[in-house]
């Protein structure tokens, strides 16, 4: 257990609908970080969020957006889904706002069928 | 446009068989050079930062090394276990995201 905790595991959708990720950073850090692994694309970064405030984006999607909450957790929410949007989303968290090493979540797995 | 790119990108190798990964960047003003290891549908684990070239780092059958130009991630006696997809890693020149490259797939057959 990385102590960084994301909600759902497996999420099954259609095209068009809205979701919501849920990610719960490390005890103490105040970065988020979303990235988004596909088979033919790697981990794309997507956001970076430190302290309630966005940090750096990467090519996220207008359809994307995330935030950061007051007590840290952050949401990633996805909408107009799309069949190429079916990925693993994963969360991964840091200390301060600089690069420095990140742990990562176990991910979300979204299918859109 | 700061780029990461891994070779080769999948490797099969016999128990005990010994290689080496590779990982170039192209980011000016390294702020550091990440290996994590990821295995099936799990997140990245943290392995190793390297931070100048010369510098050396090793944990198990692993051994991490940088130059100016590319990091080279060495395995020694491989074992089942040690298949895993490894990545590396760059910080973009803002410092503000880490730039993966696409991974290398390694299979270490009994």
């Known amino acids: 257990d990385s102590g960084v905790t994301q909600t759902p595991k497996h999420l099954i959708t259609a095209t068009g609908q809205r979701v919501t990720l849920r990610c719960s950073p490390r005890s103490g850090d105040l970065s988020v970080y979303w990235y988004q692994q596909s088979l033919d694309q790697g981990l794309q970064f997507l956001i970076h969020y430190y302290n309630g405030e966005e940090r750096a984006k990467g090519n996220i999607l207008e359809r994307f957006s995330a935030q950061q909450f007051p007590d840290l957790h952050s949401e990633l929410n996805l909408s107009s889904l799309e069949l190429g949007d079916s990925a693993l989303y994963f969360c991964a968290s840091s200390a301060s706002g600089g690069i420095e090493v990140l742990t990562f979540g176990a991910g979300s797995r979204l299918t859109v069928l | 446009e700061d780029q990461v790119t891994q070779s080769p990108e999948a490797l099969r190798l016999q128990e005990g068989e010994s290689s080496s990964l590779n990982c170039s960047y192209t980011?000016?003003?390294?702020?550091?050079l990440f290996w994590y290891r990821q295995d099936p549908g799990k997140g990245p684990e943290f392995l190793f930062t390297l931070y100048s070239a010369g510098e050396e780092k090793e944990k198990e059958r692993l051994k991490a090394t940088l130059t100016k130009k590319e990091s080279f991630l060495h395995i020694t006696a491989p074992k089942p276990e040690d298949s895993a997809t490894y990545l590396c890693?760059?910080?973009?020149?803002?410092?503000?995201?880490?730039?993966f490259g696409g991974g290398t797939r390694l299979m270490v057959k009994p």
């Open positions: 980011v000016s003003g390294l702020r550091g």
């Open positions: 890693a760059s910080p973009n020149n803002a410092g503000n995201m880490l730039t």
